[in-house]
């Protein structure tokens, strides 16, 4: 252990420990940005340098793609429909889940172990794709926004975990609030909400992305153009100017910078949400 | 679980209050996937007030042993399969390599970390673009890559099987930050002690792995494995953005929404056979069943035996 060469010996392995982490990382990185630089790149062309050579850097910007896309996809209608899904399905979702999640955590409800166990078990049962269908379809709702909005209401992810973050917070605060009369939904609404914002934030985002991105229900459900989502204009933007992939470019890219600048302020809450209770099993 | 909000009648408001969201999820939710079975032995189309007709095991037997068609559907169900182990080993593999590097708080690592991330929030339509784009074989970026070897590829237009292999490549590309987020988890959770023990105890990198953080690491390891198994085996959206319906490269989630939708493949259109698809959900079900308990079963003997 005293010899110069092994007292280097592990200095220089770290090292290379070191290099090579990095090494790998920054090939997944480029794995990762590569085609998010090739839609920059793609956008900023025209047509024709496109298809002389699809990767050459654009030596001017041509940000009339941009323009064009915005004006003939109609996304100002779709970005408005898609933010009028998310918010409403969201907003009646996450009111009716704290409703169900809290007497569920309390107790307060006879049978609470069995329906936390109806929500857990939702990961393992058979698609509902037809029969859901067939539901809408029956009670007159195909290609009607209130419909769709329906599809949204249910997120059992969501319930487990609101009902494991209020089960950290103390009975006490039960009796304490009920001594002073007040009543239940004035405590659940001004009392419990305020302190589960944390897990309201990850649900509201966890649920609110999958609307947000949702591609099946829009081309199942709506058949009108002035109902479509962001996805679904998307797709048929796609399926019009497939090959005009400067312009397709700048759309799919007009639609990924705000989410990703949104990733940036609520990546903390997406990852709890999708990592909650894995650890614990 | 004594309630301190009123008695009597006062006491039915939680009921009260959680009848909606209750309600919409038994109609909504668990209501359909109940009647999943129901439909599937019945020969439901699409169309608003058609009759149905109760039809027994017609489905399942077309489904399974009818000629040329149910063929393609064991094929299809096959892939499903391949597709699933695939997707699964080797997002498990690659999270897993990928959380211990960047979980060794090396500078700029949560800038990587967030970096591999971004795919989980953009959704599988602008996955697909993406993707897409970058596998454009007219002198697209990978194309080029290729060609510096020699190699030339059709990707999404080429064969079948080539096709198949990219939306694998592009699955997992997607959503490989969710694994390796539930591993950065479960790596946070072990005490450092543990390894400063091991490491005063002589032991080298791969032992202290094998020994302190591949044993700690196994709820982690779970979670992953049963979601990633599940998650795959109903995937198939991102087929949908990137190839659409094309025969050699379906499977099951994707047979069962173009059977009970109607989807054009070529020149043959399929017409909205929900009762017949509602088979093929049950199919997937069962083998999502199947596996899935038998994977938990043996995860939690496992768990039993390396935890205590």
Known sequence: MSTPSSDNFPVRRIRWGVIGSYAVMIFFALLYLGPLLMLVNTSLKTMPSFMKDATSLATELHFENFREAWTKANFPRYLLNSVIYTFSATTIYILAAVFVAFPIARGYVKYSGVILTLFVIALFLPPALIPQFQLILNLGLYNNPIGYVMLFLVNPIGIVILVNYIKTIPRELDEAAALDGCGYARFVWTIVMPLIRPAIATVIVLHAIGIWNELIAPTIYLTSKEYYPITRGLIVFQGVYGSNWPTLAAAVLMLTLPMLILFLFLQRYIVSGLTAGSVKG | ?308
């Open chain 2, 1 to 308: 679980m004594s309630y301190h909000f009123g008695r009597g009648w006062a006491k039915l408001i939680p009921y009260l209050l959680l009848l909606p969201g209750l309600f919409f999820y038994f109609l909504i939710s668990f209501g359909p996937s109940m009647a999943t079975a129901f439909y599937s032995f019945t020969d439901a189309t699409g169309i608003r007030g058609a009759p149905v007709r109760w039809i027994g095991f017609d489905n399942y037997r077309e489904f399974l042993f009818m000629g040329r068609a149910s063929l393609d559907n064991l094929d299809a169900l096959k892939r499903t399969l391949i597709f699933s182990f695939v997707v699964t080993t080797v997002q498990f593999t690659l999270g897993l390599i990928v959380a211990l590097i960047v979980n060794q708080k090396l500078r700029f690592s949560n800038i990587f970390r967030t970096i591999y991330f971004m795919p989980v929030i953009l959704g599988v339509v602008i996955q697909g673009l993406m993707w897409s784009l970058f596998l454009f074989p007219i002198g697209g970026p990978v194309a080029k890559l290729l060609a510096l070897f020699g190699l030339r590829s059709e990707f999404l237009g080429g064969q079948p099987a080539e096709a198949f292999a990219w939306v694998i490549f592009i699955q997992i590309w997607a959503n490989l930050g969710v694994t390796m987020m539930i591993f950065i988890a479960g790596l946070q959770t072990i005490p450092s002690e543990l390894y400063e023990a091991a490491r005063i105890d002589g032991a080298n990198t791969w032992q202290v792995f094998t020994n302190v953080t591949w044993p700690l690491l196994t709820p982690s390891v779970n979670t992953n494995l049963l979601l990633n198994t599940i998650g795959s085996l109903q995937a198939w959206q991102l087929f949908l953005v990137l190839l659409g319906y094309r025969n050699g490269t379906q499977v099951l989630g994707y047979l069962i929404y173009a059977t009970g939708f109607g989807q054009t493949s070529g020149s043959v259109t399929t017409s909205f056979r929900q009762g017949y698809a509602a088979a093929a959900s049950i199919v997937l079900f069962l083998l999502v069943l199947v596996i899935g308990m038998t994977l938990q079963q043996y995860l939690q003997r496992r768990e039993k035996r390396i935890l205590g």
